[in-house]
């Protein structure tokens, strides 16, 4: 309780940097990296993450990341940025995703420089190999663009990333949850640094900075089947939202089709680029049905509908709410050398032999397209205009750009966190100069230091646990795959009562050694905001757009809602507001999207 | 559902003298992870139980412990393999802070003293990635899948007696380099590892390689480190 007797951040603990970084995955460590290389060694970079940055779920991300090389066959950048728009059901910012597309080839031979361990092609050359929509000539069929490394091509990002930030003496704070940001000016003005509780002592740490980058990742977990990390609870969306900044996007949430039954993580769209495929009870291929030329590879939202549909009308593995993958055919070759982590995977958790054995597979919450709105450089906006908060940037899945529109292609998400992590390094180095001196934000960290001691004082209240398995259940079933106004508004209203219920929460541990139990606290509150932006917005868009499937709307609906959405929380009263932003076209007309 | 009787080794800085034995009932299904036991216990019985986790599938390398004797990863251990009495606790010859949880710190010191970052500021005249052929690439392939759990260090007997040792997963790091064709420092690396506490100290006991959840070949990894060392004519 050493913690209640304290009154602000102790001078001890206020730590001056030029930069921070917050979240240690693979934008948050590029861009590190990118502000020591611009700076040279002198300068105070820090990240900070909840985790060891080796823990990042970067790290598990497993098929690969596309850039049109051309190292296999034919391809154009040009040809990716088509698939991307039209994978986002052209929700996508045009412009966006040509800066992705196009600074993809450097970055990753970039990557290669700094000494990733690609898989190669006879001839020395980065291997490329096929993905889910990706294809050749605007659609024709599919085109090797991923760039791999086996199925752990995340994993020897964030390793690459990570080793070259200590090569260059990165500052890292481990294990510290950033709880707040510091905006000395009040909600209208700048960021100036942020505020995190270390959680080996439970003490406050209030980090300076002239400019803040948040690289925090997803919020996977407000699901209940999710591929996504324990950790993963939306702190870098919340923490802005409740400062009464906007959330983008935030209906848009991909459904991965290949979630392992029950547990939820991925076997990776490689196995299907790699030839598998699905079947239904029956024995069908059903994607045949669905998507005649794309099949099993064409976009993860039109997949996880198929599935979703198939076992809705009884062709679920025995009626049951999964389907089979079948990638026996594939080879011990194939299965042990490309495929290997997954092939363990298999064993390890199912019993089943790959080779021999059909694979329970059902769709499971994967990723944010929206977050953070940000420009191209990973600069924040404060409004649907396009205004700048100075010095906070955000990057990778906390941040909307907008590249994935309404629903990101595989592969595109490790490619959005090194390109864009890599310019907003770039660009925070280049702000610096003109960025004011660091101030500190007494209000936050006397606020931040409140709110722990009620959760450590408290003696009634609920288990964190009970109230986040509830909203977990909530939202998978009612703002899941399929959504109706009528789902929506019962999960609207259970959201609204599981944050009321979650003002008293019982925390058993009231030590301050790492006080992980404390800890799940803070992440409910995350988890519980991320929700209220979700399906607040998806309550409000009324038509079918990639990720955000309405029964009740089934068609995509260009007149009224080719469009972004904002949504902004009035930190004061608590209503929530929506605005709009016009979708940037420059190069691809909206047309039907078939695969 | 079965009934599993879980016994956790407890320690809390602020409380406990010494560490002790607690017992916690819990219902499993077979294809349950110890991990998903170890939530049960923190989100529903008692919260202060304190360990580290992220991924849950084996790839973020949070949570490895001393599970029925030896060291693996809660998140790929399943109770239809560990049985109806699952004894845990943290994994040895690291300070535990509390719980199972252990001081990670001297872990990481021993890793970035290896150099694990390729060295390499020559960027090929075309612009483009530099060549390397698949048998190249493949000599590294092994040892670039480290996870960083700790499992094998803290499962090896030489370093339980002294912890000046670099360990092996210093060393496969430190061999993730060394073999790549890459890497322009590779004598340097040599010299680190040719230190009194670096690879001569291994004892080829292959505690390592079993405790190891990615079944990384790591003795086969010191003896080609030693091997290179060799033909460097490094002493």
């Known amino acids: 309780m050493t913690l209640a007797a304290r009154g602000g951040v102790s001078p001890t603990r206020v730590h001056e940097m030029d930069a921070i970084v917050v979240g240690a995955g693979g934008a948050g460590l590029y861009a590190a990296l990118e502000l020591k290389q611009e700076l040279g060694p002198t300068a105070r970079i820090g990240v900070i993450s909840k985790l060891y940055p080796s823990r990042s779920h970067t790290g598990a991300a497993q098929g690969g990341v596309c850039a049109a090389l051309g190292n296999t066959e034919e391809d154009h950048w040009e040809w990716h940025w088509f698939d991307t728009v039209k994978g986002g059901d052209y929700l996508v910012d045009q412009d966006a995703a040509e800066v992705m597309c196009h600074d993809a080839v450097e970055t990753i031979i970039n990557l290669e420089h700094l000494g990733l361990p690609f898989d190669r092609t006879e001839d020395g050359l980065i291997n490329q190999r096929r993905f889910g929509g990706h294809t050749r000539n605007y659609g024709e069929g599919p085109v090797r663009r991923s760039c791999f490394a086996a199925d752990r091509t995340g994993h020897a990002i964030l390793q690459t990333l990570f080793q070259q930030c200590i090569r260059r003496e990165v500052t890292f704070f481990d294990e510290y949850q950033v709880l707040d940001l ?414 | 559902m079965m009934n599993v009787q879980l016994r956790i080794r407890r320690y809390n800085p602020e409380a406990d003298d010494v560490p002790h034995w607690e017992e916690y009932a819990v219902e499993a299904e077979p294809t349950d992870r110890v991990l998903d036991l170890l939530h049960q216990v923190k989100w529903y019985q008692d919260g202060t139980l304190t360990f580290r986790r992220s991924c849950a599938h084996g790839v973020c390398g949070s949570d490895a412990m001393l599970i029925n004797g030896r060291n693996r990863l809660a998140c790929e251990y399943l109770v239809k393999d560990a049985g109806t009495k699952i004894t845990v606790e943290a994994i040895r010859g690291m300070d535990v802070v509390k719980d199972l949880l252990v001081d990670m710190e001297p872990f990481w010191e021993s890793f970035k003293q290896t150099m694990p970052f390729l060295v390499n500021d020559e960027i090929p005249a075309d612009g483009k990635e530099r060549r390397q052929s698949p048998a190249d690439r493949e000599r590294y392939e092994d040892t670039s899948r480290c996870i960083l759990c700790a499992a094998c260090t803290s499962a090896c007997p030489v370093f339980w007696s002294d912890q000046s040792y670099v360990g092996p997963a210093a060393i496969v790091n430190a061999h993730r380099f060394i073999v790549d064709s890459r890497d322009t420092a590779k004598q340097e690396r040599l010299e680190i590892m040719a230190d009194p506490d670096g690879v001569w100290r291994c004892r080829t006991v292959f505690n390592c390689v079993e405790a190891c959840p990615r079944d990384i070949k790591i003795t086969r990894a010191i003896l080609e480190v030693t091997g290179e060392i060799g033909k460097a004519g490094i002493r």
């Open chain 1, 182 to 595: 510091a905006l000395p000016e009040g909600p209208d003005g700048r960021v100036s640094g942020v505020i995190a509780m270390q959680t080996a002592t439970s003490e406050l740490h209030a980090f300076r900075a002239k400019a803040v980058l948040f690289a925090t990742g997803g919020y996977g977990k407000i699901f209940k089947v999710t591929s996504n990390a324990h950790t993963l609870t939306g702190d870098g969306m919340a923490i802005p939202y409740r400062r009464g900044l906007p959330l983008e996007d935030m209906e848009f949430f991909q459904f991965h089709p290949t979630g392992m039954h029950r547990l939820g993580f991925l076997l990776s769209e490689a196995m299907r680029g790699e030839g598998g495929f699905l079947v239904n009870d029956t024995g069908e291929r059903f994607m045949e049905r669905y998507a005649p030329t794309m099949k099993d590879l064409a976009s993860r939202d039109v997949v996880s509908r198929s599935i979703y549909l198939e076992i809705a009308e009884g062709r679920g593995i025995g009626g049951s709410d999964f389907v089979h993958l079948d990638v026996r055919h594939l080879g011990a070759e194939v299965l042990n050398k490309k495929l290997p982590d997954m092939s363990g995977f298999i064993r390890t958790y199912f019993g089943l032999e790959p080779l021999t054995d059909l694979v329970p597979i059902q769709p499971t919450a994967h990723y944010a397209m929206g977050g953070v709105p940000t420009d191209v450089d990973g600069r924040v906006l404060r409004d649907a205009a396009g205004a700048i908060v100075p010095g906070f940037y955000a990057a990778g899945e906390v941040a909307c750009v907008s590249v994935h529109g309404a629903n990101r292609l595989g592969t595109n998400s490790l490619l959005d966190i090194l390109v864009f992590g890599r310019r907003a390094g770039k660009r925070m180095a280049a702000d610096l100069a003109d960025l004011p001196e660091p101030a500190a934000d007494a209000e936050a960290e006397a606020s931040v230091q409140a709110h722990a001691r009620d959760l450590l004082e408290g003696t009634r209240g609920e288990r964190p646990a009970v109230i986040r398995a509830e909203l977990q259940e909530t939202m998978f079933t009612k703002c899941g795959v399929y959504r109706t106004q009528q789902l929506l508004t019962e999960c609207r209203d259970e959201v609204a009562a599981l944050r009321k219920r979650a003002r008293h929460l019982l925390v058993d541990d009231k030590g301050s050694r790492y006080n992980t139990d404390l800890g799940e606290a803070f992440e409910l509150n995350f988890l519980l905001d991320c929700a209220e932006a979700t399906v607040g917005s998806a309550l409000a868009r009324r038509e079918s757009r990639g990720g955000h499937a309405r029964e009740d709307f089934p068609e995509r609906d260009d007149a009224d809602w080719l469009k972004h959405t904002f949504i902004t929380r009035d930190p004061a009263g608590g209503d929530l507001s929506l605005t709009y932003k016009p979708v940037t076209i420059t190069k691809f007309e909206p047309k039907a999207r078939t695969y």
